[in-house]
């Protein structure tokens, strides 16, 4: 894969990115190194990123991109394959697709809002082919109350991509519940700053079906797990943790409450 960061500097027309998605589009864009493969972006602009992206693709992968403003019309010329429209729309979206079918990596880097990119990640997700990506750009404006997003909130793309985590652990028995289309087609979901991936492969997306052991050793290893009473050098400073934890099992009522007062505690440490 060459270079990005060059091939964005390079560019001839104007483009921003923030300067950690360089090393990380690297290691995410290796795998398509040596294909074909059909890309589109949200929020292209004067079309500096398009630019980009032809660069460091194989020959003849086809690149696509979506903005508002009609004035990216004028990137058709060079090659990409230009859409105006409102990705906060599921109507655009139907449209879309059924005119460009499936696509092998989406890049959102539009609008930002919570509507533009829950909007864009749902209605694009069964047209990514298997072993592509969708990738969202941006998505510190899940926590910025200024400039109109009005975030934190449980509506941002952060809150909303913590739902598709339970989907992924559906896939679990112990957990008895229906596949969703996430479930089904999301592997893995990748988090840096400012970015999110979701990794798209429907082959690998099978529900588990049992836990497996060796079987050719008896387990004569006891499960501490849930055992209460277990005396240890190192006990905690809190008098209330260690009480509970000699007389009541981990499965307890009043362990799950422990459990949250202790955990509130690290969480308030990192806010």
């Not at 690297?26 to 972006?41: A, G, P, T, W, Y």
């Not at 009609?70 to 139907?94: C, E, M, R, V």
């Not at 990119?117 to 694009?124: C, D, F, G, K």
């Not at 979901?189 to 050793?217: A, G, P, Q, R, W």
Request: aromatic share 14%; glycine share 4%.
């Amino acid at each position: 894969m060459k270079n990005i960061y060059k091939a964005f500097k390079s560019s001839p027309r104007y483009s921003i990115k923030w300067s950690n998605y360089f090393d990380i589009y690297e290691n995410l864009l290796e795998q398509f190194k040596n294909k074909k493969i059909k890309v589109l972006e949200i929020g292209v602009g004067d079309g500096g990123s398009l630019f980009m992206w032809k660069s460091i693709l194989k020959k003849n992968s086809k690149i696509y991109g979506i903005d508002l403003n009609p004035a990216a019309l004028k990137l058709k010329k060079y090659g990409f394959n230009i859409t105006i429209g409102d990705q906060s729309k599921k109507n655009f979206w139907k449209r879309f697709f059924k005119k460009n079918k499936n696509f092998d990596l989406i890049i959102d880097d539009g609008g930002h809002t919570n509507l533009q990119q829950v909007t864009t990640l749902m209605e694009s997700i069964d047209y990514v082919n298997d072993g592509g990506m969708i990738i969202v750009e941006d998505t510190h404006t899940s926590f910025m109350r200024n400039k109109g997003f009005r975030n934190p909130s449980r509506y941002s793309l952060i809150n909303f991509s913590s739902n598709i985590i339970e989907n992924i652990h559906r896939r679990n028995p112990n957990l008895n519940k229906d596949l969703s289309i996430f479930s089904k087609k999301v592997f893995s979901i990748e988090y840096f700053d400012s970015l999110v991936v979701f990794k798209i492969n429907k082959k690998k997306c099978k529900k588990t079906k049992n836990l497996e052991n060796n079987k050719k050793l008896r387990n004569l290893f006891p499960d501490y797990r849930y055992k209460k009473n277990i005396n240890f050098k190192d006990n905690s400073d809190n008098l209330i943790q260690n009480y509970i934890e000699k007389n009541f099992s981990k499965r307890s009522i009043f362990y799950k409450i422990l459990e949250k007062i202790l955990i509130k505690d690290y969480i308030n440490k990192i806010k």
